[in-house]
Protein backbone atom coordinates (compact mmCIF):
# COMPACT_ATOMS: atom_id res chain seq x y z
CA UNK A 1 0.00 0.00 0.00
CA UNK A 2 2.89 2.52 0.88
CA UNK A 3 4.40 2.34 -2.36
CA UNK A 4 1.33 2.05 -4.23
CA UNK A 5 -0.76 5.27 -2.87
CA UNK A 6 -0.32 8.08 -5.29
CA UNK A 7 -1.47 11.76 -4.96
CA UNK A 8 -4.37 11.65 -7.17
CA UNK A 9 -5.56 14.76 -8.73
CA UNK A 10 -8.45 13.66 -11.28
CA UNK A 11 -11.13 11.88 -10.15
CA UNK A 12 -14.59 10.37 -11.57
CA UNK A 13 -17.68 11.04 -11.17
CA UNK A 14 -18.70 9.31 -8.01
CA UNK A 15 -20.00 9.45 -3.89
CA UNK A 16 -17.95 7.61 -1.77
CA UNK A 17 -20.43 5.21 0.88
CA UNK A 18 -20.09 6.72 3.88
CA UNK A 19 -19.25 3.01 5.17
CA UNK A 20 -16.20 3.60 3.31
CA UNK A 21 -15.71 7.63 4.47
CA UNK A 22 -16.30 6.36 8.19
CA UNK A 23 -13.39 3.64 7.78
CA UNK A 24 -11.41 6.57 6.61
CA UNK A 25 -11.93 8.60 9.16
CA UNK A 26 -11.28 6.11 11.55
CA UNK A 27 -7.80 5.48 10.27
CA UNK A 28 -6.98 8.68 11.25
CA UNK A 29 -7.63 8.61 15.13
CA UNK A 30 -6.16 5.81 15.25
CA UNK A 31 -2.30 7.67 14.04
CA UNK A 32 -0.18 8.15 16.76
CA UNK A 33 -0.21 11.06 19.14
CA UNK A 34 2.27 12.35 21.44
CA UNK A 35 1.24 12.02 24.71
CA UNK A 36 -1.91 10.70 23.06
CA UNK A 37 -2.97 14.55 22.91
CA UNK A 38 -4.99 13.52 19.80
CA UNK A 39 -5.42 17.27 19.18
CA UNK A 40 -6.88 16.49 15.50
CA UNK A 41 -10.60 17.61 14.15
CA UNK A 42 -11.52 15.98 10.91
CA UNK A 43 -14.45 18.18 9.00
CA UNK A 44 -15.51 16.17 5.99
CA UNK A 45 -17.21 18.24 3.49
CA UNK A 46 -19.52 15.96 0.79
CA UNK A 47 -21.75 18.98 0.20
CA UNK A 48 -20.68 20.14 -3.28
CA UNK A 49 -22.01 23.88 -3.08
CA UNK A 50 -19.60 23.65 0.06
CA UNK A 51 -17.07 22.01 -1.77
CA UNK A 52 -16.70 24.62 -4.64
CA UNK A 53 -16.63 27.64 -2.40
CA UNK A 54 -13.72 26.49 -0.77
CA UNK A 55 -11.89 25.31 -4.04
CA UNK A 56 -12.07 29.21 -4.79
CA UNK A 57 -9.86 29.80 -1.87
CA UNK A 58 -7.50 26.37 -2.41
CA UNK A 59 -5.42 27.14 -5.27
CA UNK A 60 -4.01 23.86 -4.27
CA UNK A 61 -7.39 22.08 -4.78
CA UNK A 62 -8.10 19.88 -8.14
CA UNK A 63 -10.07 18.32 -10.02
CA UNK A 64 -13.52 17.39 -8.82
CA UNK A 65 -13.37 15.31 -5.77
CA UNK A 66 -15.95 13.43 -3.96
CA UNK A 67 -15.20 14.81 -0.63
CA UNK A 68 -12.89 16.73 1.41
CA UNK A 69 -11.32 16.00 4.62
CA UNK A 70 -9.92 19.38 6.45
CA UNK A 71 -7.86 18.30 9.14
CA UNK A 72 -7.74 20.83 11.99
CA UNK A 73 -5.46 21.00 14.83
CA UNK A 74 -7.72 22.20 18.06
CA UNK A 75 -5.13 24.78 19.94
CA UNK A 76 -7.07 24.14 23.45
CA UNK A 77 -5.90 20.70 23.16
CA UNK A 78 -2.47 20.94 21.94
CA UNK A 79 -1.40 23.48 24.05
CA UNK A 80 -1.47 20.75 27.48
CA UNK A 81 2.15 19.89 25.46
CA UNK A 82 3.54 23.20 26.35
CA UNK A 83 6.35 24.58 24.41
CA UNK A 84 6.77 21.56 22.03
CA UNK A 85 2.82 21.30 21.33
CA UNK A 86 2.72 23.27 17.96
CA UNK A 87 5.46 20.83 16.84
CA UNK A 88 3.68 18.11 17.98
CA UNK A 89 0.69 18.23 16.62
CA UNK A 90 2.07 19.08 13.14
CA UNK A 91 3.80 15.41 13.18
CA UNK A 92 0.34 14.10 15.01
CA UNK A 93 -1.91 15.60 12.06
CA UNK A 94 0.69 14.53 9.79
CA UNK A 95 0.59 10.70 10.73
CA UNK A 96 -3.19 10.84 10.79
CA UNK A 97 -3.12 12.18 7.57
CA UNK A 98 -1.22 9.51 6.40
CA UNK A 99 -3.32 7.04 7.58
CA UNK A 100 -6.02 8.74 5.76
CA UNK A 101 -4.96 8.46 2.62
CA UNK A 102 -3.26 4.54 3.09
CA UNK A 103 -6.80 3.42 4.43
CA UNK A 104 -8.49 5.44 1.43
CA UNK A 105 -6.04 3.33 -1.30
CA UNK A 106 -6.63 0.29 0.41
CA UNK A 107 -10.32 1.15 -0.49
CA UNK A 108 -9.86 2.15 -4.03
CA UNK A 109 -10.14 5.66 -3.48
CA UNK A 110 -7.52 8.19 -4.53
CA UNK A 111 -6.34 11.46 -2.37
CA UNK A 112 -3.95 14.10 -2.34
CA UNK A 113 -2.94 16.40 0.59
CA UNK A 114 -3.45 20.15 -0.52
CA UNK A 115 -1.21 22.74 1.93
CA UNK A 116 -2.31 25.34 -0.14
CA UNK A 117 -5.70 26.77 0.85
CA UNK A 118 -6.50 30.27 2.49
CA UNK A 119 -6.85 29.50 5.93
CA UNK A 120 -8.78 32.47 7.00
CA UNK A 121 -11.67 31.97 4.46
CA UNK A 122 -11.64 27.77 4.75
CA UNK A 123 -12.05 28.41 8.59
CA UNK A 124 -14.84 31.03 7.99
CA UNK A 125 -16.83 28.63 5.52
CA UNK A 126 -16.10 25.89 7.53
CA UNK A 127 -17.61 27.55 11.10
CA UNK A 128 -14.65 26.68 12.86
CA UNK A 129 -14.48 28.18 16.47
CA UNK A 130 -11.37 30.11 17.52
CA UNK A 131 -9.27 27.55 18.81
CA UNK A 132 -9.18 25.09 15.65
CA UNK A 133 -6.88 25.64 12.92
CA UNK A 134 -7.28 24.16 9.54
CA UNK A 135 -4.19 22.72 8.36
CA UNK A 136 -4.43 20.23 5.64
CA UNK A 137 -7.15 19.32 3.40
CA UNK A 138 -7.19 15.49 2.06
CA UNK A 139 -8.67 15.54 -1.06
CA UNK A 140 -10.91 12.29 -1.59
CA UNK A 141 -12.33 10.18 -4.84
CA UNK A 142 -12.22 7.73 -7.45
CA UNK A 143 -9.26 8.08 -9.38
CA UNK A 144 -9.41 8.03 -13.55
CA UNK A 145 -6.13 6.72 -13.43
CA UNK A 146 -2.75 5.88 -11.48
CA UNK A 147 0.21 8.01 -11.78
CA UNK A 148 3.71 5.66 -12.33
CA UNK A 149 5.59 6.42 -8.88
CA UNK A 150 8.15 9.47 -8.92
CA UNK A 151 11.78 8.18 -8.97
CA UNK A 152 12.59 8.14 -4.96
CA UNK A 153 16.27 8.49 -3.64
CA UNK A 154 18.01 5.52 -2.60
CA UNK A 155 18.64 3.73 0.61
CA UNK A 156 22.13 4.08 0.12
CA UNK A 157 22.02 7.79 -0.39
CA UNK A 158 19.78 8.61 2.48
CA UNK A 159 20.60 6.03 5.51
CA UNK A 160 23.04 7.09 7.57
CA UNK A 161 24.79 4.74 10.35
CA UNK A 162 25.82 5.75 13.45
CA UNK A 163 26.98 8.90 11.97
CA UNK A 164 26.01 11.04 9.42
Known amino acids: MIKGRRSIRDFHDGEIPDEHLRLILEAGIWAPSGSNLQPWEFVLVKDRNLLEKIKL ?3 G ?3 RPATIIIICINRKI ?4 GKIGELMSLMDISMAAENIMLMA ?3 GIG ?3 VASFNKIAVKELLDLPAHVEPALIITLGYPKELPKPPKRRSLEEV ?3 DRF
Open 159 to 161: VHV
Open 61 to 63: LFG
Open 111 to 113: SCP
Open 105 to 107: YAL
Open 57 to 59: FSP
Open 78 to 81: SERA
